[in-house]
């Protein structure tokens, strides 16, 4: 017989794996995939220094099975964004800012929209000046009107009652697609007040949240009201802002510039800098004139392949340079300097000298006087006259900034595109942009906000692909943070099964079992059951981590000399990822066990977090016609806990089979008792069983 090799199993945590040539089987079959390291807990790999903000593998709209939104009223959180940038400017939107309603409105859902915008930051919504009843209504009709068009459907206001929203049946019965009021006049909406949170998805079966650019944000209608729906799932406006973040964040290829712009952005761009912790060993690119042309010096490699996510030079424009110039001890018009900007320019100076990251400044400045006359002039940035105000990049500046550049492989430029709020100025920092659009084989994004588009809308530099307005969220993650309207997502399985390599027969009938523990309850299935393929599902990956080793040592050779080829484990959510993994077998699903959920009585809010109604949805449209699922508990409140919840939310496609005394069943039909079964049973104690059939539904 073969030597098992341990090498096939694959157990992704921090534990060595140890050969041993004492077990002689054929090649090994049970495999234990780690989904809660991968998608929960593990970070993305694009940021290999470990300072960077999570980023879960959520569950889309795209991979949300359509059939589950046929009648379902699913609220839908829209970026306000949109709303104003396409009210205000009336130029094409991206193609997927609608689409994720139209999408759901085609899928036959009952879509109702909210969001949350200052009806005084634009011109069509303060109407006469006030927020008056009248203006409001009229706010709302312009807002109905532009919804209407660019969806090309109907679309109806929905009015609040008693400070909260509330969706009644009379609205659901309405043709078209619903507007709650703005949620911007509600206080309960930005404190993340649970109540109102309650109150806003009252009749909600499923969340669709596409505020990407508020995903920083604690919001009632992003975060707080997860936790009173079905199904919270990401749209696909929400799914192209996170592709963007991560693709502004990843590093593939060097050199990689930024370009800073506001003193706004300084200290969030020291907490950029100082993210990664590794030895310096990055290019270094510097500037030096020769017979008046500019040379680019000091190239240099990466140490032994080391990869940081720092960047490797950085330009400096508009008052922020000033500030630098300032922390460098260089003459600077102290009207230009900004109150607390010293202590932040002298930390990014000093990391990036530590560092060796170049850094460019401004040579030279468009200046105009102060008074009304403005008349403009090119001055030197260490001798700008009294009474003249810096207003653009002069023409040196913009020619060694843009050489400077053109050697980058990947430039993200951060902050407005203007270098001063001054009207008057001489396209310096423009034309720098322009110059960027004009780079080949190099990747450029935009970061700011809607005034910065509408700026950069006329560069030949621009498109929705490059250019990401969630300024605030780009920060939040660059520093570290993490994304609370993110996080409230729905979690899902990131990996495809090949249960070809799984299973040696995939065709069999699967037994799931899900809170599978120490998985010695499906290894006593397996061997007891060669006909059938069992696999267990553990979001514990703690307790995975701790026993797995010895547990596949110990099991091994017994499983292989019964033959039985047919375990697997994967460490999940159950809760959110049973439908995207079991959706994808190729057999039957025959049985679901779960058995003694562990309720944390500290915590009353997730006491039942393990049967939510997207579960046992989950479990009823996969079974099989004819199919099972067994229930157990040594604590009868939470039997009976879980048997309500599968006959509420079972689609009426489930039904208890015969029990026996006080509606439980007596001994386990399955015939092999798990740990802590045997464990109760042994102390005296009774456990409380119930088995439940797939019938035809009769709802």
């Given amino acids: 017989m073969e030597v098992v090799d341990l090498r096939r199993i694959n157990i992704y945590f921090n534990c060595p794996i140890v050969a041993s040539n004492s077990l002689k089987a054929p090649p090994v079959l049970t495999e234990l995939v780690d989904q809660t390291e991968h998608s929960l807990a593990q970070e993305d790999y694009y940021y290999d220094s470990g ?27 829209f970026d306000t964004l949109i709303l104003l940038q396409g009210m205000k400017e009336h130029k094409p939107l991206p193609e997927s800012a609608f689409f994720t309603i139209r999408y759901l409105y085609n899928s036959r859902a009952k879509v109702f929209l909210v969001g949350s915008w200052n009806e005084s930051a634009n011109p069509k919504f303060n109407m006469e000046g006030s927020l008056s009843t009248k203006s409001v209504a009229g706010a709302h009709l312009i807002l109905l009107d532009f919804l209407s068009s660019m969806l090309e459907l109907e679309v109806v206001l929905v009015k609040h009652v008693s400070g909260f929203m509330h969706l009644h049946a009379d609205d659901i019965k309405k043709p078209g697609i619903l507007l709650v009021e703005n949620l911007f006049c509600f206080k309960g909406e930005r404190a993340n007040c649970s109540e109102f949170a309650k109150e806003l998805t009252s009749g909600v079966d499923i969340i669709v949240n596409d505020a990407f650019s ?21 749209g696909f406006y929400f799914e192209e802002g996170q592709y963007k973040l991560k693709e ?99 930390r990014i100076m ?35 006259p009294e009474g003249w105000q810096p207003v653009d990049i002069g023409p040196r500046s913009l020619e060694e900034m843009a050489y400077f550049l053109s050697v980058s492989k990947k430039i993200t430029w951060l902050g407005p595109l203007r270098f001063s709020s001054r009207t008057q100025d001489k396209d310096g920092t423009f034309k720098l942009a322009e110059a960027l659009g004009t780079l080949s084989n190099c990747n450029v994004t935009f970061v700011g906000k809607m005034e910065f588009e509408e700026s950069l809308w006329k560069s030949k530099s621009y498109s929705h ?25 729905d979690r899902a399985y990131p990996f495809v099964v090949d249960w070809s390599v799984v299973y040696d027969d995939p065709m069999r009938p699967l037994v799931v079992d899900v809170g599978s523990g120490n998985g010695l309850f499906l290894f006593g299935m397996g061997r007891r059951r060669n006909d059938m393929n069992f696999l267990g599902l553990e979001m514990n990956a703690k307790l995975f981590a701790l026993i797995t080793i010895q547990l596949v040592v110990r099991c091994l050779e017994d499983v292989h000399l019964h033959g039985t080829h047919n375990v697997h484990f994967i460490a999940t959510n159950a809760t959110s990822t049973f439908r995207s993994i079991v959706s994808s077998y190729p057999g039957d699903l025959f049985l679901v066990s779960i058995q003694c959920p562990n309720p944390d009585f500290n915590k009353p809010q997730f006491r039942w977090r393990m049967l939510q109604r997207s579960l046992v949805e989950a479990i009823a449209d ?10 157990q508990s040594d604590i009868e409140a939470v039997a ?57 539904n009769r709802d």
Avoid at 310 to 330: E, K, P, R, S
Avoid at 622 to 631: D, E, I, P
Avoid at 645 to 669: A, H, I, R, S
């Fill in 51 to 77: 300072k960077f903000a999570v980023f879960p593998n959520v569950q889309f709209l795209r991979n949300f099975p359509r059939n589950e939104l046929f009648g379902k009223v699913v609220m839908v959180r």
């Fill in 214 to 234: 508020e995903s920083h944000k604690v919001l009632a209608s992003t975060v707080g009201a997860a936790k009173f729906c079905n199904a919270c799932i990401a």
């Fill in 248 to 346: 502004i964040i990843k590093i593939s290829e060097r050199p990689y510039m930024a370009v800073v712009m506001s003193y706004s952005q300084l200290k969030q761009m020291y907490l950029e800098l100082h993210i990664s912790s590794k030895p310096s060993s990055i290019i270094v690119i510097g500037l030096q004139r020769r017979n008046g042309e500019m040379l680019i010096k000091g190239i240099g490699g990466r140490k032994g392949g080391e990869e940081e996510n720092t960047c490797d030079g950085l330009v400096f424009v508009g008052n922020m340079a000033f500030q630098i110039m300032h922390a460098l001890g260089t003459p600077v018009p102290m009207k230009l300097v900004e109150t607390g900007a010293l202590e932040e320019a002298a």
């Fill in 350 to 384: 000093e990391f990036a000298k530590s560092r060796n990251i170049a850094v460019i400044l401004p040579q030279d400045v468009w200046c105009i006087t102060d008074d009304v006359s403005e008349k403009i002039q090119i001055a030197s940035v260490h001798s700008i």
């Fill in 465 to 489: 692909d490059n250019f990401l307005k969630s300024a605030a969220v780009v920060w939040e993650v660059l520093k570290g943070g993490k994304l609370p309207g993110l996080l409230a997502l």
């Fill in 622 to 631: 996969n079974l099989v016609q004819g199919g099972q699922v067994f229930l």
């Fill in 640 to 696: 009976k806990k879980m048997k309500e919840e599968f006959l509420m939310y079972g689609k009426g496609q489930l039904e208890v089979m015969e029990t026996e005394e006080l509606g439980w069943l007596k001994e386990n039909p399955l015939g092999v008792p798990s740990d802590w079964e045997r464990h109760v049973l042994g102390r005296g104690d009774p456990m409380y069983r119930l088995l439940l059939s797939k019938v035809e």
